[in-house]
């Protein structure tokens, strides 16, 4: 069987504020149904910024393997390519990285107008939120680019 490598030519990258390692292009913004299709590409060995999904997140991992990591530092899991997750709200808090390479992984993200991440310091503080309207404004700055 012939491997195939994510072509990412098109896709246009874009910083998520001040977040390190980390790039994002949303793809969709379903306002009716509240969802959010995005691509995040995830820089290898580079972990994000600690957080917690506040909503829904299906994910595919289209290039690269997808680490998360507790907020201990112990890896929590490592997603090969291809692998499909459905994970609900969670509590918990997590990073995530690429594993020897970036990783490109596919979110859709199902929530509603809330809050749909939040970010936590090292203590697992709250420090910010990203939410529905928060992915409707980069989608409207993308598209301005």
Same mark, same amino acid.
């Given at each position: 069987m012939t491997p195939y490598t994510f072509d990412e030519r098109k896709i246009h990258w874009h910083k998520l504020g001040d977040f390190e390692h980390i790039v994002y292009s949303v793809l969709d913004i379903d306002t009716d149904n509240k969802i959010v299709d995005v691509l995040f590409k995830f820089e290898a060995h580079k972990q994000i910024v600690l957080h917690r999904h506040k909503a829904l997140n299906k994910t595919l991992v289209i290039q690269g393997e997808h680490h998360l990591y507790k907020a201990n530092g112990d890896i929590k899991e490592v997603r090969a390519v291809g692998s499909y997750t459905s994970s609900p709200a969670s509590n918990e808090p997590h990073r995530e990285c690429g594993g020897d390479e970036c !990783? *490109? *992984? =596919?979110? &859709? $993200?199902?929530?509603?107008? @809330? *809050?749909?991440? @939040? $970010?936590?310091?090292?203590?697992?503080? &709250? $420090?910010?939120?990203? &939410? =529905?309207?928060?992915?409707?404004?980069? =989608? !409207? !700055?993308?598209?301005?680019?």
């Open positions: !990783a *490109v *992984v =596919f979110f &859709s $993200i199902r929530g509603g107008e @809330e *809050v749909l991440y @939040e $970010i936590l310091d090292d203590e697992e503080n &709250s $420090i910010g939120t990203l &939410s =529905f309207q928060d992915f409707r404004d980069l =989608f !409207a !700055a993308q598209k301005n680019n």
